[in-house]
C-alpha cells in the first residue's frame, strides 16, 4: 500500500494546520527538498509488515532513469539531481512536437519565407492572438 | 485542436496525457516500486520519525480526512 501527501500544512499544527495523505493512485513530483529521511518525504510505503518512503532507485525510476543513474553522487546530490531532472520522457515528447511543427512547416513553405507582405503577416498574427483570448 | 493554418498545433499529435494511466505499464507503481528493498537501507521509518509523523498524520483529523490505517501503522511503530 503507498500513501502520498496530499496537502502541505500551511500553518503550524499548533496553529491549526494540517497536512493530509491519501492513497497515491499516482506519485507526487519529486523535488530535492523532498528528499532524504522519511520525515521529509511524501509517500510512504507499506510493505512486507513494514513503513517506509521511496529508495533511491525507486526515485530515479519516477523520474525516467535507469536503475543506478546517479549512483556515483552522495546521496544528498542524488535526490537533489532528481528533483532537479527533466523527465526523459517529457524531453522526447517535446522533441517529437519540435520535429512535427518542422515537419509542418517543411510541408508549409511559405510559411518559412521572409514577410513579403506586411499587411497580410498582421492579419495572421492577430488571427493567431485571437486563439489566446486573454 | 489547430490554428488558422491547421499547422502549428498538428490535430494528429497525441497529447502526454491522453492516455490514460492505466494503459500504460511504465507508469504504474508495479513498475516502480522495488520488491526486495535493503532490509536495512536507511528509508525504513523509525520510532523516531514515526513519533514525529503521528502528530502531522493526526493533523488531518481536523478536516476528517485522516488516513485510519496509516496512523495505526505509524502508531504501532511508536508503541502508542
Same mark, same amino acid.
Given at each position: 500500500m503507498i500513501w502520498r501527501k496530499s496537502a502541505r500544512p500551511r500553518a503550524a499544527l499548533s496553529e491549526g494546520g494540517y497536512e493530509t495523505w491519501v492513497t497515491a493512485d499516482r506519485s507526487n513530483t519529486l523535488t530535492g527538498y *523532498? %528528499?532524504?529521511?522519511?520525515?521529509r518525504q511524501t509517500h510512504l510505503i507499506y510493505q512486507d509488515g513494514r513503513l517506509r518512503t521511496l529508495t533511491l532507485t525507486e526515485w530515479e525510476r519516477l523520474a525516467g532513469f535507469p *536503475? %543506478?543513474?546517479t549512483a556515483s553522487l552522495p546521496t544528498?546530490?542524488?535526490y537533489g539531481t532528481l528533483g532537479d531532472s527533466f523527465h526523459p520522457g517529457v524531453a522526447e515528447w517535446l522533441g517529437g512536437r519540435i520535429t512535427a511543427v518542422h515537419d509542418g512547416l517543411t510541408a508549409h513553405p511559405t510559411?518559412?519565407?521572409p514577410v513579403t507582405d506586411p499587411a497580410r503577416a498582421a492579419v495572421e498574427f492577430d488571427q493567431q492572438l485571437a486563439l489566446f483570448p486573454v | 485542436m489547430g490554428g488558422p493554418t491547421g499547422w502549428w498545433t498538428?490535430?494528429?499529435s497525441?497529447?502526454?496525457?491522453d492516455a490514460p494511466p492505466s494503459s500504460d505499464p511504465a507508469?504504474?507503481?508495479?513498475?516502480?516500486?522495488?520488491?526486495?528493498?535493503d532490509p536495512h537501507g536507511p528509508f525504513w521509518v523509525t520510532t523516531e520519525q514515526a513519533e514525529k509523523l503521528v502528530p502531522r498524520i493526526e493533523s488531518a483529523e481536523k478536516v476528517g480526512k485522516v488516513d485510519p490505517f496509516l496512523l495505526e501503522i505509524?502508531?504501532?511503530l511508536t508503541g502508542q
Open positions: *523532498d %528528499g532524504g529521511l522519511a520525515t *536503475d %543506478g543513474w544528498s546530490e542524488r510559411l518559412l519565407d | 498538428h490535430d494528429t497525441p497529447r502526454p496525457d507508469s504504474s507503481w508495479s513498475h516502480i516500486v522495488e520488491e526486495t528493498p505509524l502508531r504501532g
